[in-house]
């Protein structure tokens, strides 16, 4: 099963799978969309297409990623650790044993060789070229999602920006209120990519373009928290199985993915800025306003009959829930190549992803628990996790009843409780200073005689010879 290739074989396919409905009446961008999608994404329902928003001629399309299913359908697997199966073995580049292993080695390296963008001349996302006084967001049925924001928010782009030293790219999914027909406020955050890029301008100025209705595993990795220097299109590229199409854009030194439905040109500068927000954001609360750079637009260039993306976010569970569940489990192999003891973790779709992280081990010393701690405050972007909770192998770490249960009987709160700080998610509101503060940590692990622990209880399991026997006898017990 192949991935869609674009935005519109993606809505074909959840057509036919029954995993989309068309809303043919006029609805509002404003407010209106965010409560009927809000209401259909916490009952687990389909995608939406909005054929007729209010005041624009281009169909609006929300909730393609609202569910489990819907988010295997886009990375075209049967279950998410399938897609973390492929990127693991990737990972997995051991010196090879034998030949056999030795042609899999390469055709690993080719898998990652073939999954570079390529650069054509020509492409769809370029049939409308809107330039200069053309220009005009308002066209767009862009969302004002919440009561309290102050403007529409484009929700869903790939912002897509170059180190200016290196020339690597960076693609990031930053929100963008609209200003005027022709510039928009960027929100990309302290510890994010796109920021530092402009950061590294020696004349403070950079060229952005924005790819709006991507094909889904495109707009999905523009999520994705890779490393600086790696190109999230590569990963979109690996994922997909085939690269990323790009074409160079009209008025700025960029490229863009072929088959966006829509492009936005132009630059950001350091010296031009204004005051964004409030949004009402995934933490479930407004972000409080705040000082950003503002995107002035040289272009926009579109498909014909494009087709617009968006998403809300607010109090979870929302649509970005299963963006950030593809995310947990396609890097857990990373995890796991610089934490071998890991066994599995997971963020809480609750804890909005940065409060809360469950990790499971295999414990072999003394202190294990607060090195795996520290270990994840010092990766990536779990370095911004707010509080981590360690739990025994044998613990699933996705049965929050079970990790309570874990928590509550073998946790002695003055022994195995570290309370410590260190830099926290740009929307977290709780600690006195923003960007920095307490960071909370739980060793629910057993604890051995080293650690000031008093012989470990032994855990109460059934023996296998009488459940074999129950499981015989069941039916003579009239029970079902
Ligand atoms: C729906 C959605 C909206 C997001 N909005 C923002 C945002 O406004 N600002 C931001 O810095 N990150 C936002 N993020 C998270 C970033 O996309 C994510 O951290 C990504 O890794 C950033 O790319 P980068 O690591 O290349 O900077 C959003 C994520 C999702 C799924
Ligand atoms: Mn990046």
Redesign the pocket.
Known sequence: MKPPRDLREWIALLEREGELRRITAEVDPDLEITEITDRVVKSGGPALLFEHPTGSDHPLLINQFGTERRMCLALGVETLDDAAAKLGDVLDMRPPQGLREKVKGLLKLKSVADSMPKTISKGPCQEVVLEGDEVDLGRLPIQRCWPGDPAPFI??PAVITKDPKTGTR??????MQVIDGRSTFM???MH????ADLLAAEDGRIPVAVAIGLDPVTAYS?????P?HVD?LMLAGFLRGEPVELVPCNTVDLEVPANAEIVLEGHVSRDDTGIEGPFGD?TGYYTAPEEFPIFRLTALTMRKGAIYPS?V?GKPPAE?AW??KATERLFLPAVKMTLPEVVDYDLPVAGAFHNCVIVSIRKAFPGHAQKVMHALWGLG?LSLSKSIVVVDADVDVHDYGEVFFRVTANVDPKRDVLVTEGPLD?LDHAPERQFYGGKLGIDATHKLPEEDARPWPEEIVMSDEVRDLVTRRWSEYGLS
């Open positions: 929700t869903l960076n693609v990031g999914m930053y929100r929100h990309w955050q994010k990519d796109g920021r523009a999520s994705a928290p890779l600086k999230e995934h998403i976010v970005d963006l950030g972007m740009h």
